[in-house]
T-cell receptor
Framework: GAVVSQHPSRVICKSGTSVKIECRSL??????MFWYRQFPKQSLMLMAT?????????EQGVEKDKFLINHASLTLSTLTVTSAHPEDSSFYIC?????????????FGSGTRLTVV | GQNIDQPTEMTATEGAIVQINCTYQTSGFNGLFWYQQHAGEAPTFLSYNVLDGLEEKGRFSSFLSRSKGYSYLLLKELQMKDSASYLCAVRSIAGGGADGLTFGKGTHLIIQP
């Protein structure tokens, strides 16, 4: 089945540094990738939608200059958290749409636990 | 905007049946999903409903009523491994292309022996 590989699974960084999270679609082309954030005991919140070769669309309240999204190829999308602060500590998950893959759903990466100290 | 409500926590007994309800308000409804999520892991797909009625898949069934903005997930023959959070998520039409999901806060299901 369609698999999205997300790395790293866990990262600890110092406040003020940047962290890059990668999501790769392994056996299909992901035209659209969604990025979610999940705080403890909270639901997944959609941060942005990225389409290959174009600028990402950010949800209201999400700073596009802080959360840089690049979707330069059909198999790779990256999220960079710039100048990270402790309040950015969260669980970040990517998800690819399976439209065009003969399915109506989505496949999720395994998530990245970011801790900013 | 969109609003999705589901109970925060439920407790059930191993071998029994449990129903998790979800109500939603959205414009341009284009499908409702149920996911299972264990702590610290990504959600895994359970079911999808876009038309009214019941979809059965082994021990799991999901029901949708679009006129009532209501869905439920039914879990039968509960097992200890079913202890997890269950997320109700709605997709809305956004004028073409793939659309992101709006998730409810999740129902934490505790299975007791």
């Amino acid at each position: 089945g369609a698999v999205v590989s997300q790395h790293p699974s866990r990262v600890i960084c110092k406040s003020g540094t940047s962290v890059k999270i990668e999501c790769r679609s392994l056996d299909f082309q992901a035209t659209t990738m969604f990025w979610y954030r999940q705080f403890p005991k909270q639901s997944l919140m959609l941060m942005a939608t990225s389409n290959e070769g174009s600028k990402a669309t950010y949800e209201q309240g999400v700073e596009k200059d802080k959360f840089l999204i690049n979707h330069a190829s059909l198999t790779l999308s990256t999220l960079t958290v710039t100048s990270a602060h402790p309040e950015d500590s969260s669980f970040y998950i990517c998800s690819a749409s399976l439209l065009g893959q003969g399915a109506h759903g989505y496949t999720f990466g395994s998530g990245t636990r970011l801790t900013v100290v | 905007g969109q609003n999705i409500d589901q109970p925060t926590e439920m407790t059930a007994t191993e071998g029994a049946i449990v129903q998790i309800n979800c109500t939603y308000q959205t414009s341009g409804f284009n499908g409702l999903f149920w996911y299972q999520q264990h702590a610290g892991e990504a959600p895994t797909f359970l079911s999808y409903n876009v038309l009214d009625g019941l979809e059965e898949k082994g021990r799991f069934s999901s029901f949708l009523s679009r006129s009532k903005g209501y869905s439920y997930l039914l879990l039968k023959e509960l097992q200890m491994k079913d202890s997890a959070s269950y997320l109700c998520a709605v997709r809305s039409i956004a004028g073409g292309g793939a659309d992101g999901l709006t998730f409810g806060k999740g129902t934490h299901l505790i299975i007791q022996p």
